[in-house]
C-alpha cells in the first residue's frame, strides 16, 4: 500500500499556477506565515492562532489532504507533498513567505512501521527549509522535536536539557538529527530556527494518529462514548504530557522572543505535566463516575519505556518565559466539556 500512496501524493493536484497572482494579493505585514500539516492535530489551531494575530491573508496553510474548511481559517491552501523540494520552494516564493511552522511529521508509532518513510519525512524537508533561510527566502523556522530524542541510560524523572541522548526509535533518531540540522545552520550560518521538544500533546479538537501518547486522547473519546477503555500502555507508566493550549501558548512565545533570548538551537525541554494511564482514569472519574479501564500493552510500550517521566524545562521558563494554565483535573475538564458538545449525535 505504502509506494501507491507515494505515488498518489507525487501527483497530487497542485494549482499553483492558478495562484500565481495571490502574492500580490497577500495583504502588506511584516509576516506572511506558511504551515506544512496545518490539518494534524497542532497543525489545526496553530493555523486558526496565525490567523486570529496576523490575519487570514497572511497565513498559506498547507497539507496532503484535500482543503477543508472547517479546519483552517488560512486565507491560502496549498495541497502539497512537503518532500517535494521544488515544489515547496515554489511556493515558498510564490507568497513571499517570511516564517515557517514546519509541523508536517510522521509519529513515533507510525515511524516503526515506516522507518525508510519516516526518515524522509521527519529530516529531509526541514532541510529544506534551513537551506531556503540561508539563502535568504526565509526568515524563521519553528520545527517540532520531541521527549523521544530522550532514550536508554538517561534517568526517568526531571530530565534536564543537556542530557545524553540516545534514542532507539525511529522518530526519536529522526528528531534528534533534526535538531543537530538545526543547531547546525544556526552555527554555521545564523539561520533563525526554533525549536521545542513537545511531550504528549492532548486536544479535543482534531485527533492526533499514530503517537505512543495517543492513548491519553483516545481514553477521552471512548470514556464518553463507551464508559469504558482499553489502554495500550500499562497502568503505572508515566510520561510528560501537554494539554494543547498550553503547547500553542508555548510555540507562540518561543516564535516571539528577541533573538537574543534563545540559548538552545537544538530544541527546548518542555515538561508539562506528567502522569500515569492508571491517574487519568481516576480524573476522568470525577467526571465520569461509571468510567472503567483496563490494559492491554502493545509494541508501544516499549517506545514508552524508553521515554523519561518527567522532564525539566527551567531554560525555556528562564530564556522566554514558558508557563502553563492547564493542570491534570482543569484539562480533563476542559476535554470533557468539549468532547460532550463536538460528539453529540
Ligand atoms: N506524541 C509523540 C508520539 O507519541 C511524542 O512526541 O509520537
Same mark, same amino acid.
Given at each position: 500500500?505504502?509506494?501507491?500512496? *507515494?505515488?498518489?501524493?507525487?501527483?497530487?493536484? &497542485?494549482? @499553483?499556477?492558478?495562484?500565481?497572482?495571490?502574492?500580490?494579493?497577500?495583504?502588506?505585514?511584516?509576516?506572511?506565515?506558511?504551515?506544512?500539516?496545518?490539518?494534524?492535530?497542532?497543525? /489545526?489551531?496553530?493555523?486558526?492562532?496565525?490567523?486570529?494575530? &496576523?490575519?487570514?491573508?497572511? $497565513?498559506?496553510?498547507?497539507?496532503?489532504?484535500?482543503?477543508?474548511?472547517?479546519? /483552517?481559517?488560512?486565507?491560502?491552501? !496549498?495541497?502539497?507533498?512537503?518532500?517535494?523540494?521544488?515544489?515547496?520552494?515554489?511556493?515558498?516564493?510564490?507568497?513571499? %513567505? #517570511?516564517?515557517?511552522?514546519?509541523?508536517?511529521?510522521?509519529?513515533?508509532?507510525?515511524?516503526?512501521?515506516?522507518?525508510?518513510?519516516?526518515?524522509?519525512?521527519?529530516?529531509?524537508?526541514?532541510?529544506?527549509?534551513?537551506?531556503?533561510?540561508?539563502?535568504?527566502? %526565509?526568515?524563521?523556522?519553528?520545527?517540532?522535536?520531541?521527549?523521544? $530524542?530522550?532514550?536508554?541510560?538517561?534517568?526517568?524523572?526531571?530530565?534536564?536539557?543537556?542530557?545524553?541522548?540516545?534514542?532507539?526509535?525511529?522518530?526519536?533518531?529522526?528528531?534528534?538529527?533534526?535538531?543537530?540540522?538545526? !543547531?547546525?545552520?544556526?552555527?554555521?550560518?545564523?539561520?533563525?530556527?526554533?525549536?521545542?521538544?513537545?511531550?504528549?500533546? *492532548?486536544?479535543?479538537?482534531?485527533?492526533?494518529?499514530?503517537?505512543?501518547?495517543?492513548?491519553?486522547?483516545?481514553?477521552?473519546?471512548?470514556? *464518553?462514548?463507551?464508559?469504558?477503555?482499553?489502554?495500550?500502555?500499562?497502568?503505572?507508566?508515566?510520561?510528560?504530557?501537554?494539554?494543547?493550549?498550553?503547547?500553542?501558548?508555548?510555540?507562540?512565545?518561543?516564535?516571539? +522572543?528577541?533573538?537574543?533570548?534563545? /540559548? $538552545?538551537?537544538?530544541?527546548?525541554? @518542555?515538561?508539562?505535566?506528567?502522569?500515569?494511564?492508571?491517574?487519568?482514569?481516576?480524573?476522568?472519574?470525577?467526571?465520569?463516575?461509571?468510567?472503567?479501564?483496563?490494559?492491554?500493552?502493545?509494541?508501544?510500550?516499549? *517506545?514508552?519505556?524508553?521515554?523519561? +517521566?518527567? %522532564?525539566?524545562?527551567?531554560?525555556?521558563?528562564?530564556?522566554?518565559?514558558?508557563?502553563?494554565?492547564?493542570?491534570? #483535573?482543569?484539562?480533563?475538564?476542559?476535554?470533557?466539556?468539549?468532547?460532550? #458538545?463536538? @460528539?453529540?449525535?
Amino acid at each position: 500500500m505504502f509506494p501507491k500512496l *507515494i505515488n498518489f501524493f507525487k501527483f497530487a493536484i &497542485h494549482t @499553483l499556477n492558478s495562484k500565481k497572482n495571490q502574492s500580490l494579493h497577500m495583504e502588506s505585514s511584516t509576516e506572511k506565515i506558511l504551515i506544512t500539516g496545518a490539518l494534524g492535530q497542532i497543525g /489545526t489551531e496553530l493555523t486558526n492562532r496565525l490567523v486570529a494575530i &496576523h490575519g487570514k491573508e497572511n $497565513v498559506v496553510a498547507s497539507g496532503l489532504d484535500r482543503f477543508d474548511k472547517n479546519l /483552517t481559517s488560512a486565507g491560502y491552501y !496549498e495541497r502539497m507533498d512537503v518532500t517535494n523540494t521544488q515544489l515547496v520552494r515554489q511556493v515558498i516564493k510564490e507568497y513571499e %513567505i #517570511t516564517t515557517v511552522y514546519h509541523l508536517a511529521s510522521l509519529l513515533s508509532g507510525t515511524s516503526e512501521k515506516q522507518p525508510l518513510f519516516a526518515w524522509k519525512l521527519n529530516v529531509e524537508p526541514l532541510i529544506n527549509f534551513c537551506e531556503m533561510a540561508r539563502e535568504g527566502l %526565509i526568515k524563521k523556522i519553528f520545527w517540532p522535536s520531541s521527549i523521544a $530524542v530522550f532514550g536508554k541510560g538517561i534517568p526517568k524523572e526531571n530530565v534536564g536539557q543537556d542530557v545524553v541522548l540516545n534514542p532507539t526509535t525511529v522518530y526519536g533518531i529522526s528528531k534528534l538529527a533534526g535538531e543537530k540540522w538545526c !543547531e547546525y545552520y544556526f552555527d554555521k550560518h545564523g539561520v533563525d530556527v526554533r525549536s521545542i521538544r513537545y511531550p504528549g500533546l *492532548i486536544s479535543w479538537k482534531t485527533p492526533a494518529g499514530g503517537g505512543t501518547t495517543d492513548y491519553a486522547v483516545e481514553i477521552y473519546y471512548e470514556a *464518553i462514548e463507551e464508559g469504558k477503555y482499553t489502554s495500550f500502555i500499562s497502568e503505572n507508566t508515566a510520561m510528560p504530557m501537554l494539554y494543547m493550549d498550553d503547547a500553542i501558548n508555548a510555540t507562540l512565545k518561543l516564535m516571539e +522572543a528577541p533573538k537574543e533570548n534563545i /540559548t $538552545v538551537r537544538s530544541s527546548y525541554n @518542555l515538561g508539562g505535566m506528567s502522569f500515569t494511564p492508571a491517574e487519568l482514569a481516576a480524573e476522568i472519574r470525577k467526571e465520569i463516575p461509571e468510567f472503567k479501564i483496563d490494559y492491554k500493552p502493545d509494541f508501544r510500550q516499549a *517506545i514508552a519505556d524508553s521515554w523519561p +517521566a518527567s %522532564i525539566d524545562d527551567s531554560v525555556a521558563k528562564k530564556d522566554w518565559g514558558l508557563t502553563y494554565d492547564f493542570d491534570i #483535573t482543569e484539562m480533563t475538564r476542559d476535554m470533557i466539556k468539549n468532547l460532550k #458538545t463536538k @460528539l453529540k449525535p
